[in-house]
Structures are given as structure tokens and as C-alpha cells.
Nanobody, 120 residues
Framework: QVQLVESGGGLVQPGGSLRLSCAAS????????MSWYRQAPGKERELVAH????????SYADSVKGRFTISRDNAKNTVYLQMNSLQPDDAAVYYC?????????????WGKGTLVTVSS
């Protein structure tokens, strides 16, 4: 059974930090590129950060560059999102996404999300 389980969300003050985790199971994690998306109330889901299957390349939305860092541990089947200098505009539900590569191309998995609230 395929699962992507996000954790680490919560309430943080502006300027604070959070580290999100996404634990994957039920598929060949190292054959999937991983991404974090977010969706704020009334807004479309947007791509926040992306990492290749082996972790050798990352990319970020302009709004989070220099503040967020995506990483992965293929031995633990986990992808992380370190979020620093959080601002109220970062408040959203954060989703983990797995996109298959090669033999697994065309396959997409989503987690159920973890809520990040940024407020004083």
C-alpha cells in the first residue's frame, strides 16, 4: 500500500522555523522525484520545492528561495523541508508529492498534507 505521510507542521511565530518530513512507503522511493507543494485557503496549490531522485539537484519557488531547503534520505525513504524565516504568507497546508521516473513515469502519489500556521 502506497503511503506518503507528512509531519512536522504546526503553529510558529513569524521569523521562526519548522522542519517538515514526508515518510514514504509502498513504492521504490529512490525511483521518484519528490516535491513539496502548498495550498493556502482560497488559493491554488503551488510548487514550493523539488528534488531529484538521487538528491543531486533541487529547485525552489522564488518566494521561498534562500529560506527553505529540501533534502531527502533514500535510506530512510523520507524527504524533508526545512523552513526558516517563516512569514504569514507561508501559512498553508503543505503536501508531499512523488513523481515516478523511468519505468515508473506517469505515476504520481500525494500525501494528505500537514498544516503550517504562521502567526504571532
Amino acid at each position: 500500500q502506497v503511503q506518503l505521510v507528512e509531519s512536522g507542521g504546526g503553529l510558529v511565530q513569524p521569523g521562526g522555523s519548522l522542519r517538515l518530513s514526508c515518510a514514504a512507503s509502498g513504492f521504490t522511493f529512490s525511483s521518484y522525484a519528490m516535491s513539496w507543494y502548498r495550498q493556502a485557503p482560497g488559493k491554488e496549490r503551488e510548487l514550493v520545492a523539488h528534488i531529484t531522485s538521487v538528491g543531486d539537484s533541487t529547485s525552489y519557488a522564488d518566494s521561498v528561495k534562500g529560506r527553505f531547503t529540501i533534502s531527502r534520505d533514500n535510506a530512510k525513504n523520507t524527504v524533508y523541508l526545512q523552513m526558516n524565516s517563516l512569514q504569514p504568507d507561508d501559512a498553508a497546508v503543505y503536501y508531499c508529492n512523488a513523481r515516478g521516473l523511468g519505468y515508473y513515469a506517469g505515476i504520481n502519489y500525494w500525501g494528505k498534507g500537514t498544516l503550517v500556521t504562521v502567526s504571532s
